[in-house]
């Protein structure tokens, strides 16, 4: 009984240990998803008015039988894929979601060469020998230097490919993370009927330079989607494995007071078993 008692109290110090460190996590990943939004929300702004301008540029040039590579397509067969996933577990379905989802997209196109941001995608893709064009580490917090970087990669591998899609989760709030695949190049420009524009400098050249604008800001966007939802999906896991130990705190409590006054009951049984035997000798 007293082993029993021994591995029941140490059952107990191991779980209160694990629920400390998983509210401290909830508590750091309740902050961060805060902090995020304060730089998600004002991001998304951009990426959406700059494409209403493009529209209106690209149905103007299409009147004008120009064409843009960066608007219309480049004609090549291949594709690349931008995967963004978590450097950091204890996240939930997040990790696997992702990866998931990007298989899929290999699966379906073969010859699809990659960008992977996070550790865990990188470590996931390295066992398969994909084609990897660049990687990325510890974006902790996203900042523009870091998308400004990869959205250089992302036009340069459009020189290769006919398209460039990328991988993440959205962040649609604070218990709904949402894994999406969207094409970034050539640009995912709605029609609109065309309107006459008067233009300063060439069409041509204000085109390039909004549209690589455009790819700058939406990626810029993307990585505080997926941080977002990474850091949201982290404090649901957290909170999650904080009630589970108060749960089997809990029962281990009441496990642990059953056999204490089960052994109390057997000393007090053995300390008068001893005392009427003493009596019968007397």
Same mark, same amino acid.
């Given at each position: 009984?007293?082993?029993?008692?021994?591995?029941?109290?140490?059952?107990?110090?191991?779980?209160?240990?694990?629920?400390?460190?998983?509210?401290?996590?909830?508590?750091?990943?309740?902050?961060?998803?805060?902090?995020?939004?304060?730089?998600?929300?004002?991001?998304?702004?951009?990426?959406?008015?700059?494409?209403?301008?493009?529209?209106?540029?690209?149905?103007?040039?299409?009147?004008?039988?120009?064409?843009?590579?960066?608007?219309?397509?480049?004609?090549?067969?291949?594709?690349?894929?931008?995967?963004?996933?978590?450097? @950091?577990?204890?996240?939930?379905?997040?990790?696997?979601?992702?990866?998931?989802?990007?298989?899929?997209?290999?699966?379906?196109?073969?010859?699809?060469?990659?960008?992977?941001?996070?550790?865990?995608?990188?470590?996931?893709?390295?066992?398969?020998?994909?084609?990897?064009?660049?990687?990325?580490?510890?974006?902790?917090?996203?900042?523009?230097?870091?998308?400004?970087?990869?959205?250089?990669?992302?036009?340069?591998?459009?020189?290769?490919?006919?398209?460039?899609?990328?991988?993440?989760?959205?962040?649609?709030?604070?218990?709904?993370?949402?894994?999406?695949?969207?094409?970034?190049?050539?640009?995912?420009?709605?029609?609109?009927?065309?309107?006459?524009?008067?233009?300063?400098?060439?069409?041509?050249?204000?085109?390039?330079?909004?549209? @690589?604008?455009?790819?700058?800001?939406?990626?810029?966007?993307?990585?505080?989607?997926?941080?977002?939802?990474?850091?949201?999906?982290? @404090?649901?896991?957290?909170?999650?494995?904080?009630?589970?130990?108060?749960?089997?705190?809990?029962?281990?409590?009441?496990?642990?007071?059953?056999? @204490?006054?089960?052994?109390?009951?057997?000393?007090?049984?053995?300390?008068?078993?001893?005392?009427?035997?003493?009596?019968?000798?007397?």
């Amino acid at each position: 009984m007293a082993k029993k008692l021994r591995q029941l109290r140490r059952r107990i110090r191991n779980i209160q240990h694990i629920r400390q460190i998983a509210k401290a996590m909830y508590t750091i990943a309740s902050t961060q998803v805060i902090q995020r939004k304060k730089e998600l929300l004002p991001a998304r702004a951009f990426p959406e008015a700059a494409a209403w301008v493009l529209a209106d540029l690209k149905a103007w040039a299409k009147a004008n039988f120009l064409a843009h590579p960066l608007l219309d397509g480049n004609n090549l067969p291949q594709k690349g894929l931008l995967v963004i996933n978590a450097d @950091r577990g204890l996240c939930g379905r997040y990790v696997a979601e992702v990866n998931q989802a990007a298989l899929r997209f290999l699966s379906a196109h073969p010859e699809t060469k990659l960008i992977l941001v996070g550790d865990k995608a990188i470590r996931f893709f390295a066992r398969e020998r994909w084609p990897i064009v660049a990687t990325h580490r510890r974006l902790e917090r996203p900042r523009l230097s870091q998308a400004r970087a990869l959205a250089e990669e992302a036009l340069a591998l459009y020189q290769e490919v006919g398209e460039v899609h990328a991988v993440y989760t959205e962040f649609r709030g604070e218990l709904i993370q949402r894994v999406r695949v969207e094409r970034l190049l050539p640009l995912p420009i709605p029609e609109r009927p065309a309107r006459e524009l008067l233009s300063e400098p060439d069409l041509t050249a204000i085109i390039e330079e909004l549209s @690589r604008t455009w790819v700058l800001g939406r990626l810029y966007q993307i990585l505080l989607e997926a941080k977002t939802a990474e850091h949201a999906a982290r @404090r649901q896991a957290m909170k999650t494995a904080t009630d589970n130990a108060d749960e089997i705190l809990e029962k281990l409590t009441i496990q642990y007071n059953k056999a @204490r006054q089960q052994s109390i009951t057997l000393e007090l049984m053995d300390i008068m078993g001893g005392a009427e035997a003493i009596r019968e000798e007397l």
